[in-house]
């Protein structure tokens, strides 16, 4: 079994600023997050679900034939449309005040329980986070991602700029921790003032073959 390390990355990243804490280990596990029924948020709770994608949005994955069989993820309030692996879970959940996303995994586990990556096992986590700077995704990398890494001692090893269908800015990167030897994908792009981070571990082109399916249709 696998410590879930990249959540922990991630929850580290995008609080860090907001209050003062320590920095967990990179195989540290994931605290049990706070899900709230009813969050006071500046953002809206999202409407998540697996319906079928608009025409445009099909005709364009097909064009672009996948290694795995699709299901359509969507997150209708930021308009993303993503296609994931038929059969894997999807774990929904929001993060204190101003995060909200799921858990997209190749095996099953009690909801809102998910604690270790089995091995042999992927993870993909859809993150939705109302942090400042607001709709300015350069800063948004550098004080977020970048320099949590390099104080962190993780090396981006690969990065990469994307367009998400027509004109959306994305920066994907795989980072890895030199001391444990482990690595992780991120994607960044803009959601409205938002940012949408997708995450993960384990088959990381997989990973990065379902992260360059996302679309956003409004």
Known sequence: MRKLLLLTIVLFVCFASCQPASLQPFDSALPDPQIQSEAATPIVAPTVGTADATSEYTQAQTENALSYVPETYQVESIGLVMQYPQGWMVDESVFGSRAYGANLTSWEYPPGQLDEVPDGETILSVTVYAWDPKGDLDAYIQTRMKGAWTDSGIEVIKEEELNL???????SFTIRNTTAGQDAF????????????????GDLALLEEIAKTARFTS
Do not use: C, N, P
């Open 165 to 171: 269908g027509v004109d959306h800015r994305a920066v």
């Open 186 to 201: 991120f994607l960044v792009t803009l959601a409205g003032d938002a940012y949408m981070v997708l995450s993960g571990s």
